[in-house]
Every structure is written in structure tokens, then in C-alpha cells.
């Protein structure tokens, strides 16, 4: 079974903080990709990366950087945390891009205050 | 207007029930995933389908491509089957999925 980890289920940070999100993948997928899900918008992808150190802008990257050092290893940065990326944070990885089921981690519910 | 509509946003049903998730989508694609979360927030992936028809259990989902939708049906449906469904579309040549809204069902006793 694929197993996606992320390194906390609860974070809360201060306005300003560099915050990090961890998460890792145990299948060594391709492909590792960033989610934020907010009632009433659904889940909106941030960034994702197709292989190690490369990566491509989701559809909401601004206020958010990631990095890929590792294959297994896929890293959320926000570099000075806002009140308005209080959100929940879910990390996928799939095998290949298109046409692959995604497999997700727990998320980590981050509170910005 | 999204690129993928669910219907109904919310659903509840008594246990036993047979339950009905739509999703049409606009866009051609390359495969239609169904999605269950539970609250708490981990996300499993039920199907993908790119024709026709799958099942797994008491789950069923159906694809028309011509006519651009999707069901999900739960046959005897169970408490904990509540959760949000979710629909989401790879369209063709695309790289990311393109989710709906979800589908929150609740399942009575």
C-alpha cells in the first residue's frame, strides 16, 4: 500500500513565522503535488513536482515556495505566514501525471494567528 | 461556471438507502476520479474511470463520455458511508486534476 505522510496533523503558527510542511511518500512516485482545501472552494492546487528539483506553479503558488531535494520527500514553505493561508494542507503523489490515481496524506490543519 | 459540477452539494439519506452522487464536466478528459473524505481530512481515492463502468463493493461508478458525466452509487448504504464525495477530472494533455466542489453525505441510523 502507498503510504503518504505528512509531519503534523495540527500546526498553528504566528503572522509572520516561516513555516514548513513536510511530506513523504513511501512508492517512489514521480510526482508529489501541494493541496490547500477551504469550505465552499474545494481543493486548489498549489504546486506539484514531476520529478526531483523540478516543480511548476499550481493554480494559487503566490505566498507559497516548495522544494524537492529527495524523490520520496516533497516541502510546502511559506515563507511569512499570512491569516489567510490559515487552511487545511493535503500532499499527493502519483506514479506518473495524467491519468493516475493520486494518493493522499492525512493533511495538516494549519492556523495562522 | 466550474469545469466540473457535483450534484446535489449535500445529500441525507436513512440507512439502506440507495444513493446517487452526479458530477458532469466540461472539458474532454483523459480520466474521471471519485473521491471519499471523511472528516478529519485524509482523502482515498474510490475510482478512476475513463469508459464505462466500475465496481467495488457496494460502490458503483459510471462514466458517459459523450454526454460528459459521472455517477457514483452507494447500494445499502451505511453510516459509514458519510463522508464528502469528491469528483475530479484529468483533461486531456493536462497535467493536474480539476476537482468539483464534493458532495457531503450523511447517512442516518
Known amino acids: 500500500d502507498v503510504k503518504v505522510t505528512q509531519s503534523s496533523r495540527y500546526l498553528v503558527k504566528r503572522t509572520g513565522e516561516k513555516v514548513f510542511l513536510e511530506c513523504v511518500q513511501d512508492?517512489?512516485?514521480?510526482?508529489m503535488f501541494w493541496y490547500r482545501q477551504d469550505p465552499g472552494l474545494g481543493l486548489r492546487l498549489i504546486y506539484f513536482?514531476?520529478?526531483?528539483?523540478?516543480?511548476e506553479k499550481g493554480d494559487i503558488p503566490e505566498g507559497y515556495s516548495v522544494s524537492r531535494e529527495k524523490k520520496e520527500r516533497f516541502s510546502l514553505i511559506l515563507e511569512s505566514a499570512s491569516t489567510n493561508q490559515t487552511s487545511m494542507y493535503l500532499c499527493?503523489?502519483?506514479?506518473?501525471?495524467?491519468?493516475?490515481?493520486?494518493?493522499f496524506g492525512p493533511g495538516t490543519r494549519l492556523t495562522v494567528t | 461556471k466550474n469545469e466540473v459540477e457535483q450534484s446535489p452539494q449535500n445529500l441525507t439519506a436513512q440507512e439502506g438507502e440507495f444513493i446517487t452522487i452526479n458530477c458532469s464536466y466540461s472539458?474532454?478528459?483523459?480520466?474521471l476520479h471519485w473521491l471519499q473524505q471523511h472528516p478529519g481530512g485524509g482523502i482515498v481515492s474510490l475510482f478512476m474511470?475513463?469508459?464505462g463502468k466500475k465496481k467495488h463493493g457496494r460502490l458503483i461508478a459510471t462514466i458517459n463520455i459523450q454526454e460528459k458525466h459521472s455517477s457514483l452509487h452507494i447500494t445499502a448504504s451505511h453510516p459509514r458511508d458519510s463522508a464528502v464525495y469528491i469528483c475530479?477530472?484529468?483533461?486531456?494533455?493536462?497535467?493536474?486534476?480539476?476537482f468539483g466542489q464534493g458532495t457531503r453525505l450523511t447517512i442516518n441510523p
Open positions: 512508492m517512489d512516485h514521480e510526482n
Open positions: 499527493a503523489s502519483s506514479l506518473r501525471l495524467a491519468g493516475y490515481e493520486q494518493y
Open positions: 472539458v474532454g478528459i483523459s480520466a
Open positions: 513536482s514531476y520529478d526531483v528539483k523540478m516543480k
Open positions: 474511470l475513463s469508459s
Open positions: 475530479a477530472v484529468t483533461g486531456q494533455g493536462a497535467q493536474k486534476l480539476v
